[in-house]
Nanobody, 114 residues
Framework: QVQLVESGGGLVQPGGSLRLSCAAS????????MGWYRQAPGKQRELVAA???????TYADSVKGRFTIRRENAKNTVYLQMNSLDSEDTALYYC????????WGQGTQVTVSS
């Protein structure tokens, strides 16, 4: 089994920044893609950003130019730097890891409000 521990969520004002972290531990043989999804109340879960083991990155159109995903393979950790946040970014953010199968974090709340 693989365990994912997320951190970095919270309350931020519009225009502010947050950095999410997600560290994987446990029975890790190898990690493929890592990334982040989010789910706002009443909406479907959507992909925010993903990064493959080879470094290929995908962003949702809504976050391009504002969010940056990065992974640190030595620490089995993926980060999401979020800048210029607005209310539309308010959601529960989940990290995921592909290691044989997909594993999910517990979710971390991001609330953008004045």
């Amino acid at each position: 089994q693989v365990q994912l521990v997320e951190s970095g969520g919270g309350l931020v004002q519009p225009g502010g920044s947050l950095r999410l972290s997600c560290a994987a531990s446990g029975n890790i043989f190898s990690i493929g893609a890592m990334g982040w999804y989010r789910q706002a109340p009443g909406k479907q879960r959507e992909l925010v950003a993903a990064i493959t083991s080879g470094g290929r990155i995908t962003y949702a159109d809504s976050v391009k130019g504002r969010f940056t995903i990065r992974r640190e393979n030595a620490k089995n950790t993926v980060y999401l730097q979020m800048n210029s946040l607005d209310s539309e970014d308010t959601a529960l953010y989940y990290c995921y890891v592909l290691s044989g199968k997909i594993f999910w974090g517990q979710g971390t709340q991001v609330t953008v409000s004045s």
